[in-house]
């Protein structure tokens, strides 16, 4: 007996699928946009990807210049195509962490520490001058990351920046967790056709 799959069942269809030159989550080549699949205030273009592998498809923001390749398919359901997106958009772990870390402690004097936990995960951050800060996770030494001047005001939000800009591996950090909110946020997807 075959049963569906589940929401919570691991999915590895995807690592498969890597025979060809098409790699998911590289920057490919891809012809016009048959589809437009939105979720929240984000839309992506889908498009099938010029090339040897005649079923492949990638996605782009609406708008955008640059594609990138899926290991999903069409057939694979667009919910599933969505939730691969959302894991591939880098804005998506920064909505990930706004919506999941609590904040367990504020420093009310400057430095303004900030302590979170994030499904379990303990890290701190600790706002300074010029959008400078320190960030780390439970046990490990801080890492010292610089914002710019286009930082957000926020202390949240630069809290959670600083987190990203730290360490480029967060996101590692955070699964299973991500991956499974992923999956439940894109059932939400609305998909229309461009013509």
């Not at 098409?22 to 891809?30: F, Q």
């Not at 090339?51 to 919910?79: K, Q």
């Amino acid at each position: 007996m075959q049963t569906q799959p589940m929401m919570t069942d691991t999915y590895t269809q995807q690592a498969e699928r890597r025979s060809g030159g098409v790699h998911p989550g590289c920057a490919c080549s891809a012809g016009a946009p048959f589809a437009r699949a939105s979720i929240g205030a984000r839309s992506y273009e889908i498009a099938d990807v010029t090339g040897e592998d005649a079923s492949a498809i990638a996605f782009r923001i609406v708008g955008g210049v640059e594609w990138t390749a899926l290991g999903c398919r069409t057939e694979d359901g667009w919910a599933q195509v969505t939730a691969e997106i959302l894991l591939l958009d880098p804005d998506v772990l920064f909505d990930f962490l706004q919506t999941h870390a609590v904040r367990t402690g504020t420093g009310q004097v400057p430095p303004y520490a900030m302590e979170f936990d994030t499904l379990g995960i303990g890290w701190s951050a600790c706002l300074m001058q010029d959008r400078d800060g320190m960030v780390s996770f439970a046990g490990e030494e801080p890492r010292h990351a610089r914002l710019g001047r286009n930082a957000p005001s926020d202390g949240r939000a630069r809290a959670i920046m600083l987190l990203l800009s730290a360490y480029p591996e967060a996101r590692d950090r955070f699964e299973p967790h991500i991956s499974q909110w992923a999956r439940r946020i894109a059932q939400g997807v609305s998909v229309k056709p461009v013509f």
